[in-house]
């Protein structure tokens, strides 16, 4: 069964640091995607970054990137430059090309931006 | 509209009661899902619709629970006989068509409070 594992229940940064957001998932699906997504406080689910099981290079999009490693099973988000904007939960999830093609949510991982 | 759309965005009522829930999908997208967010926690998938068809009912949690789209465009979640354990916020997200690789839009949410 697909699986995804977020460690890092909250995280702490000062304001124009970088920071990485850990994730590992479980699959017996050679073909799946990987989400991340960002949940402020108001409740919407915003979507950030999409890797391909497939794709050769790491994902970016502006200040976010993926730091994809498909032998570990691990796909950590890395924010670069940290905004007090970006204090929110944030979750990761897959969906297999089989079955449903439903996302599958880690527990995710509360951020927060210190000026 | 541009976005999904759910409604209402907050819902109270006494156990017991009977509770709908509403989703209007990003106009073309035919799969639609529902997603459950209990506080503080992940989100995990209820159902799934490809057109007006279910072909995946397997997260509802009971026999309380059903769900219907027409058209294939709005669908409604009905819980029956609400519990205090139902109490949570209830997502709807639609994808433009059934690439595992396409992201899943979110719609705001609606937050059910059973008293």
């Known amino acids: 069964a697909q699986k995804i594992t977020q460690t890092q229940p909250g995280m702490f940064v000062q304001e124009k640091e970088a920071v990485t957001l850990d994730c590992t998932y479980d699959?017996?699906?050679?073909?799946?995607?990987l989400f991340w997504y960002k949940q402020p406080s108001s409740g919407e689910m915003i979507f950030l970054i999409y890797?391909?099981?497939?794709?050769?290079q790491n994902a970016t999009e502006g200040r976010y990137s993926l730091n994809f490693q498909k032998a570990r099973k691990s796909a950590n988000l890395v924010i670069s430059a940290s905004q007090l904007g970006d204090s929110a939960m944030y979750f990761c999830?897959?969906?297999?090309?089989?079955?449903?093609?439903?996302?599958?949510f880690g527990q995710g991982t509360r951020l927060t931006i210190n000026p | 509209g541009a976005g999904v759309s759910q409604s209402p965005s907050n819902k109270v009522t006494e156990k017991g009661k009977d509770v709908e829930l509403r989703c209007d999908p990003i106009?073309?997208?035919?799969?639609l899902y529902w997603y459950r967010q209990s506080l503080g926690q992940g989100l995990e998938f209820l159902i799934y619709?490809?057109?007006?068809?279910?072909?995946?009912k397997s997260g509802l949690p009971s026999d309380r629970f059903s769900a219907e789209r027409t058209g294939g465009s709005v669908s409604t979640l009905t819980i029956q006989r609400t519990q205090q354990e139902d109490s949570a916020v209830y997502l709807c997200?639609?994808?433009?068509?059934?690439?595992?690789?396409?992201?899943?839009?979110f719609g705001p949410g609606t937050r059910l409070l059973v008293l």
């Open positions: 106009s073309g997208h035919t799969a």
């Open positions: 890797q391909g099981s497939y794709d050769q």
């Open positions: 997200a639609t994808v433009a068509g059934g690439n595992y690789q396409e992201t899943q839009y």
């Open positions: 619709f490809q057109g007006n068809s279910a072909p995946d």
């Open positions: 699959t017996s699906d050679p073909s799946y995607g």
């Open positions: 999830a897959m969906r297999e090309r089989k079955g449903a093609q439903k996302l599958v």
